[in-house]
Nanobody
Framework: QVQLVESGGGLVQVGDSLRLSCVAS????????MAWFRQAPGKEREFVAAVDWSGGRTDYANSVKGRFTISRDNAKNAIYLQMNSLKTEDTAVYYC?????????????????????WGQGTQVTVSS
């Protein structure tokens, strides 16, 4: 099994940037598509971004496209989410997740239940 630990969350102002990290341990995750999801208070968990096994193919939710960038470094067993131009509506707990059955070479799943392992989450709060 793969264990994931997120970090990098915090309290920032509107327009600021944050970089989230997710480090994997245990079995290798380098062949898995990886994704970031988020959940705001009182709302359902939503897809944010995904990256294929190589880091060469990505996908984003429309709400973050052009502001967020997902990347991975398999040598460091890590994926990242660079978040720029943050808005109050980006406030949420952010989770990274891995899809054992999908490398992401052709498509990504944006439903959380299709992902097999998850981190514990990191809080991002954007204040106006």
């Amino acid at each position: 099994q793969v264990q994931l630990v997120e970090s990098g969350g915090g309290l920032v102002q509107v327009g600021d940037s944050l970089r989230l990290s997710c480090v994997a341990s245990g079995r290798t995750f380098s062949s898995h598509a990886m994704a970031w999801f988020r959940q705001a208070p009182g709302k359902e968990r939503e897809f944010v971004a995904a990256v294929d096994w190589s880091g060469g193919r990505t996908d984003y939710a429309n709400s973050v496209k052009g502001r967020f960038t997902i990347s991975r470094d398999n040598a460091k067993n890590a994926i990242y989410l660079q978040m720029n131009s943050l808005k109050t509506e980006d406030t949420a707990v952010y989770y990274c997740a891995g899809d054992i059955r999908n490398s992401g070479s052709y498509s990504f799943a944006d439903e959380g239940y299709k992902y097999d392992y998850w981190g514990q989450g990191t809080q991002v709060t954007v204040s106006s």
